[in-house]
């Protein structure tokens, strides 16, 4: 149950947070849910576990990806042409109940270093920015959030994602399915209150 709360509570905290900054996220998200569950490379939302190391295994001989810093819990995807500059993407998934409930990336410049401002992530988010505009349509809103800065968000059926500067060198984005986030979210709910009941 402690461990079921630990992914839980960020979630929860996010959710406040951006349906504070902003009500539509509310209505959006609450107005039902389509098929938008496409991520990127053949990957999407609700996809089963073994599927995903599966087409990680197709992905890879066909030299697309490889297996990024940290071991088996990090691809990395190199994009050349598409920017300024050599691109690596690098994912791994959230699985909740073995299917892709969330899907983290991260952005950098392979030439990024302290001295070379030109490839920081301030500098990336924007080009990134566009080239999610382009894929996943142009209606990006705006939040400032309050550890994270500026925070551009898109919710299109049960997908949202979030795109933002991660620090220095990375840009971030987050795809989430909200239709299983919102289920967590009632779970967790209804736990807390099953704590507060009296014992018999």
């Known amino acids: 149950m402690h461990s079921f709360r630990f992914i ?4 929860i905290i996010l959710c406040t ?3 504070s900054c902003d009500s539509s996220f509310n209505t959006a998200a609450d107005d039902g849910f389509s098929k938008s569950d496409s991520l990127f490379l053949g990957f999407h939302l609700g996809m089963a576990q073994k599927d995903f190391f599966d087409h990680c295994t197709e992905l890879n001989k066909q030299q697309k990806i490889t297996q990024g810093p940290g071991g088996t819990t990090n691809v990395e995807y190199r994009i050349v042409g598409e920017y300024d500059s050599e ?6 998934p959230t699985f909740i109940e073995e299917k892709i409930f969330e899907m983290p990336v991260t952005y950098s410049y392979v030439a990024w270093a302290p001295w070379n401002r030109q490839y920081w992530a301030e500098e990336l988010l924007p080009k990134v ?9 142009d209606d990006f ?3 400032n959030h309050p550890t994270q800065g500026k925070v551009y968000y898109k ?3 049960k997908r949202r994602i979030n795109l933002f500067v991660k620090d220095e060198q990375h840009v971030q984005a987050v795809f989430s399915d909200l239709k299983v986030e919102k289920r967590l979210k009632e779970e967790f709910e209804k736990s807390q209150l ?4 009296p014992s018999n």
Do not use: A, N, T, W
Not at 8 to 11: G, S, V
């Open 155 to 157: 919710i299109d059926g």
């Open 8 to 11: 839980l509570l960020p979630i």
């Open 129 to 137: 920015l566009e080239k999610y505009k382009e894929v996943y349509g």
């Open 141 to 143: 809103k705006l939040i």
């Open 17 to 19: 947070i951006l349906q």
């Open 87 to 92: 691109i690596s993407m690098r994912f791994f």
């Open 194 to 197: 099953e704590e507060k009941e």
